[in-house]
């Protein structure tokens, strides 16, 4: 048993326009304080105007928005009575923009306590649009809510079925004018979406046929776009493919890609879509090891056959590297410009917040019941052993006399030999290629 | 020799392989909460069973049947019929997305069982260990 959640999506080049038709009376645009300047809210209230519905703009939505942000919006909808909430921007407003609603509906809730299984009650007051202008949050079409606790520095997976968007609006010219690089970092987020929506063990037959047409359409369209931001084919099929993406691992999950990034991303200040994006190809190879036919699917979708599944899962790896590297992204850690002193420092925290992050129940090579049998402790590493060296893999990139680049020919080290190398420093000796004979996969 | 589901020593050999357990211990090293399971009758099992399970800090302080489900406290109580129980101990049916589709009905605050997914699935991975005889 399971369920697949959607709003109405209305898509493509002109989908703004459905918003003269709207019917209501107040909306509330839950925003932030550069799309004001640079007249995207002025395009959809124009359209608002059109439509005879009065609106107020909440534009402090920061990016990882507070819990803060959240209340302060809510107050401003319990001021305002809007039945409409419009969710404007990346993933940071629509996440606001949903919290807000729900609390405005429930003032009694706290936005911390938004959670799966509470039987909300939603749209007595009003109702929720959300209006994507960036390519790859999703969020337009999810019920997740990340919110972030300041008081404690955790990131809150919140979120409930109930409070996904009415109506979520995809229309491609909101994307135009995004910069390259939030681009690039947006679409990898999209592509780390649509693989880890078929891969990840809570996929299901509703999921899988949607992940894949986002993973070909972000791999034809997104080095179109790069080069080219005004490419406006390029620009609509990239706003689909979020948005496709979105329905995919939203209606299943996100996995490891997602835990490790989010962690990095937190500690290191790293966008999002940049973190698991540079972390997808190192946990497809590590989950691979164990699981490989879902990972050989997608390269076969993509036209990767190398043989055995084994092989192809490696070659999809191998191909998404040297996709992001021809967009000029970062493939290891090292070229995120993080110091390898800092990345030990960190280490064990980091392990720890992947370890708590929900996104990693779902790999394949997680002891997930169903899918593959937990391992005896005498077979093999534990869960907690096989994160660090995943994460640790990062680790060893050694870094080149160049300084630049960290060398990937170490490929993923035994988790003993993670541990016998943790304490060292890269030193001119570790600097030189490695073998295949010397590429090995944790257990 | 294989335990039954569920009983008093089906309880206790999950307590003891949780603490033999180096990745539930890390995964759920701030966790603080006890729990009973509730298996509730269906066409495979007539009784209604009390499971209880102390639960703190990666640690399991031991567990038992109960006789009655007030007979201890606990912060966090799940409840479901037999056949669904069954499925989650042979790996299933995901815990959580049982609590996520009702199939398993909780009473206690979900938000902190959210933040220690991993920790559910670690105690599942050790229900496995234990080899189980299910009635029916």
């Known amino acids: 048993m399971w369920y697949f959640t959607s709003p109405q999506i209305i898509f493509g080049e002109g989908a703004l326009s459905a918003l003269d038709d709207l019917k209501g009376h107040r909306a509330l645009i839950v925003t932030d304080g550069t799309l004001v300047n640079l007249g995207l809210v002025a395009v959809v209230t124009a359209h608002l105007d059109r439509a005879r519905i009065a609106y107020a703009v909440f534009d402090r939505v920061e990016p990882d928005p507070s819990l803060d942000t959240v209340r302060a919006g809510s107050a401003v909808a319990h001021n305002y009575q809007p039945d409409w909430i419009v969710g404007l921007g990346g993933g940071s407003a629509m996440d606001a923009a949903k919290a807000i609603w729900v609390t405005y509906e429930h003032p009694e809730l706290d936005p911390a306590e938004i959670n799966p299984i509470t039987e909300l009650g939603l749209r007595r007051k009003a109702r929720l649009i959300t209006i994507p202008t960036t390519s790859g949050t999703g969020a337009e079409v999810t019920w997740a809510i990340v919110l972030t606790d300041t008081a404690s520095g955790r990131k809150l997976g919140l979120g409930n079925r109930e409070n996904v968007a009415d109506i979520a609006i995809v229309d491609p010219s909101l994307a135009v004018g995004m910069p390259r690089y939030l681009t690039i970092d947006t679409g990898l987020d999209a592509l780390t979406h649509a693989i880890e929506g078929y891969t990840c063990t809570w996929h299901t037959d509703l999921t899988d046929g949607i992940c894949l047409q986002a993973t070909r359409l972000v791999l034809e369209y997104l080095p179109r776009v790069a080069v080219d931001g005004k490419d406006l084919e390029a620009r609509e099929r990239m706003h689909n493919a979020a948005t496709l993406a979105g329905l995919g691992f939203g209606n299943a999950l996100a996995s490891m890609a997602h835990a490790t990034g989010h962690a990095i991303g937190a500690r290191f200040h790293v966008p999002h879509g940049r973190a698991v994006g540079m972390m997808l190809p190192y946990t497809i190879e590590y989950i691979a090891a164990e699981a490989p036919e879902r990972f050989a699917d997608v390269g076969t979708t993509i036209g990767l056959e190398a043989g055995t599944p084994h092989a192809s899962a490696r070659a999809l790896a191998d191909h998404l590297r040297s996709f992001s590297r021809g967009l000029g992204q970062a493939t290891s850690v090292a070229e995120m410009g993080i110091s390898w002193t800092d990345y030990e420092a960190a280490l064990e925290q980091l392990v720890d917040d992947a370890f708590n992050d929900a996104s990693i129940m779902t790999a394949a090579r997680a002891r997930v019941p169903g899918h593959h049998p937990p391992r005896r402790p005498d077979r093999g590493p534990s869960l ?19 300084g630049t680049l ?20 890269p030193s001119d000796a570790d600097d030189r290629p490695r073998g295949r004979h010397e590429r090995a996969f944790c257990g | 020799m294989a335990i039954p589901f569920p009983s008093d020593s089906w309880i206790k050999a999950l307590s003891a392989h949780l603490n033999g357990s180096e990745s539930y211990q890390r995964s759920a090293a701030n966790w603080e909460g006890d729990f009973t399971f509730v298996v509730e009758p269906d066409a495979a099992y007539a009784d209604t069973s009390y499971l209880y399970l102390a639960l703190n800090h990666g640690k399991s302080a031991g567990g038992r049947a109960l006789n009655v489900p007030d007979e201890v406290v606990t912060e966090y109580t799940i409840r479901a019929p037999y056949g669904t129980w069954r499925k989650v101990v042979e790996g299933k049916l995901d815990p959580i997305q049982g609590l996520m589709t009702k199939q398993l009905k909780l009473q206690g605050n979900m938000m902190m069982i959210m933040r220690y997914p991993k920790a559910a699935q670690e105690i599942i991975a050790c229900t496995k260990l234990i080899p189980t005889e299910f009635p029916g």
């Open chain 1, 384 to 402: 907690g052993r096989a994160s660090q060296s995943c994460l640790r893999a990062c680790l060893h990139r050694r870094q080149r006399a160049g």
């Open chain 1, 406 to 425: 960290y060398a990937r020919h170490s490929g993923w080290a035994r988790a003993d030999q993670c541990r016998s190398t943790r304490a060292r420093q």
